[in-house]
């Protein structure tokens, strides 16, 4: 039984660190990219399910006062935080995606996820630990190989 207990324990280990940072960058950029996209109109891309409309993206007419009642953070008026969130939940989730400034834009995404959990919505720990959780495990061991921060660290460490 040990010695089966053991080789199970080697075979989990050899599943590739890059393949675990591959899936954390898809399934973290697409909660906050999917949560994005219900602040803006004017631009829906959503691989899953095909929805696909380009044109310039502009906030939905709900957001700011959902910003207003119940997403409201002190120090920023409803207008900026609105604004804000709905650019770092496209723009951040894109760099992941992509594994470019991959620990930064975690970094802010982390900090995003703070936000949430201590000024919106503080019962939803289980939820804001999971995102923080792969947050965190992307700014300590990067994006992996396949991504874009791998192949600058390659071309400027020769």
């Known amino acids: 039984m040990n ?27 697409a909660v906050f990219w999917k949560s994005g996209q219900t602040k803006v109109e004017g631009l829906a891309i959503d691989l899953i399910d095909g929805t696909f409309q380009l044109g310039w993206p502009r906030l939905a007419d709900s957001t700011i006062p959902l910003f207003t ?18 650019f770092a939940e496209h723009f951040f989730p894109v760099l992941i995606l992509v594994g470019f400034a991959t620990r930064f834009s975690a970094m802010a995404l982390l900090g995003m996820t703070l936000t949430i959990q201590l000024f919106v919505y503080p019962d939803a720990y289980p939820t804001h630990g999971t995102w923080a959780a792969v947050l965190l495990y992307l700014m300590a061991t990067g994006p992996g190989k396949l991504s874009i921060d791998h192949l600058i660290a390659r071309r400027f460490s020769r």
């Open 3 to 29: 010695n089966l207990i053991t080789r199970a324990i080697a075979l989990l280990e050899r599943i590739p660190q890059s393949l675990i940072a591959f899936i954390a960058r898809f399934a973290i950029a």
């Open 69 to 86: 009642s119940e997403y409201h953070v002190p120090l920023l008026s409803p207008e900026i935080a609105a604004h804000m969130a709905a």
